[in-house]
């Protein structure tokens, strides 16, 4: 019964180990990509970003403009970096969940941070289109990483599919809220993207175990196998 409870653990922390390295390429794909854009274009768009952007400035228009201008106030500045998020760890909170809130803030703090320490190592100028005021620095798009970060987090902590399904449609309005506005060229949104998402699943794995018995469930990215030989006749 030992030997079977330590073979389903280590099962476990294997396959805990592979959600890290996806995490890790998708983060390395993303200074990979600021890194690209900085040096071998000095900052200045890529033709899919000038592409992108004619074909946003082509269909502007009020119809459009009020459901992105809702995402930029959602998705950033006072309700998008504090409300919102404290509302999620609150509501976790209540439901006695404070591992997953733990997750939730980490991984929030932890997008954040990364997302600013590349805008500011990276210094890409914004778009001259732009419709709303920003900040310095236009990779990656913090909106979209904070949306990925959420959508990704709460997916997992409620594997269900009509939470996915929710999280994808958010950040991928988020993202086309970003370009339409002009805040943000195509690739800082891709960019904002992979940050959200490899930052999410890392923060995952060290609370992986806590946050399953916290559940009361095993996780999909978790082996299933760990308990399969435990029950004997």
């Known amino acids: 019964m030992k030997s079977t409870s ?7 922390r294997v396959t805990r180990f592979w959600p890290v390295i996806a995490g ?6 993303a200074v990979s990509l600021g890194g690209m854009i900085a040096v071998r274009a000095s900052g200045r768009p890529l033709v899919i ?5 004619a074909e ?10 009020v459901p992105a201008l809702v995402m930029n106030y959602l ?7 504090v409300v919102v998020p404290i509302a999620i760890i609150a509501a976790l909170l209540l439901f006695r969940r404070p591992w997953a809130a733990l997750y939730f803030g980490i991984a929030e703090i932890a997008s954040a941070g990364l997302v600013q320490l590349l805008k500011t190592g990276f210094g890409r100028a914004r778009p001259e289109e732009m419709l709303v005021q920003a900040d310095f620095g236009s990779f990656p ?4 990483a904070n949306a990925a970060t959420m959508a990704v987090v709460l997916a997992i902590l409620f594997p269900r599919v009509w939470v996915v399904l929710l999280g994808i449609v958010y950040t991928v309005l988020m993202m086309l809220s970003r370009t339409y506005l002009g805040a943000h060229w195509l690739t800082d949104t891709i960019g904002g993207l992979l940050v959200g998402v490899g930052i999410a699943v890392i923060c995952w794995a060290p609370l992986a175990a806590r946050l399953e018995r916290e559940a009361g469930m095993r996780h999909p990215f978790v082996l299933a196998s760990g308990n399969r030989g435990s029950s004997g006749p």
Request: aromatic letters at 6%; charged letters at 20%; a negative charge.
């Open 6 to 12: 330590k073979d389903g653990t280590a099962a476990r």
């Open 24 to 29: 890790g390429v998708a983060l390395l794909l």
């Open 141 to 144: 798009s913090g909106h979209v």
């Open 49 to 53: 970003d000038t592409e992108w952007m």
């Open 56 to 65: 946003i400035i082509e269909h502007r228009s009020p119809l459009w403009l």
């Open 75 to 81: 998705g950033g500045g006072l309700l998008g970096v």
